[in-house]
């Protein structure tokens, strides 16, 4: 199962949040987790994901540079680092995870396991 603890909300552009993702069910350090995100109206995107084990990402182009994907194996917890936050980035964040490290499987919203996501609104 995958349990997503987060801490969503009203940010201010220019500002910083952080994302959390418990993970249980699963052996979290050979695993893919990652975050993707659905604005309104518009499709669920790729964010960024995370090999557990190789520590390998990717990141979607928009958010390169200002985003941080990091897993802690101490807690099996996969972090989201928000930084210098736009208005684009207001959106429901959604957790997802495989229980193999397979990070492309992952990135083409093939996940096993979805958290239930949390709003980030990002004001202008």
């Known amino acids: 199962d995958v349990q997503l603890q987060a801490w969503g909300g009203l940010v201010q552009t220019g500002g910083s949040r952080r994302l959390a993702c418990a993970a249980s069910?699963?052996?979290?350090?050979?695993?893919?987790i990652g975050w993707f995100r659905q604005a309104p109206e518009k499709e669920r995107e790729a964010v960024a994901v995370i090999a557990t084990s190789s520590g390998n990402t990717l990141y979607a182009d928009s958010v390169k540079g200002r985003f941080t994907i990091s897993s802690d194996s101490a807690t099996n917890t996969v972090y989201l680092q928000m930084d210098n936050m736009k208005p684009e980035d207001t959106a429901i964040y959604y957790c997802t995870a495989h229980s193999r490290p397979w990070l492309l499987h992952l990135w083409q919203g093939r996940g096993a396991y979805w958290g239930q996501g949390t709003q980030v609104t990002v004001s202008s």
């Open positions: 069910g699963f052996t979290f350090d050979s695993a893919a």
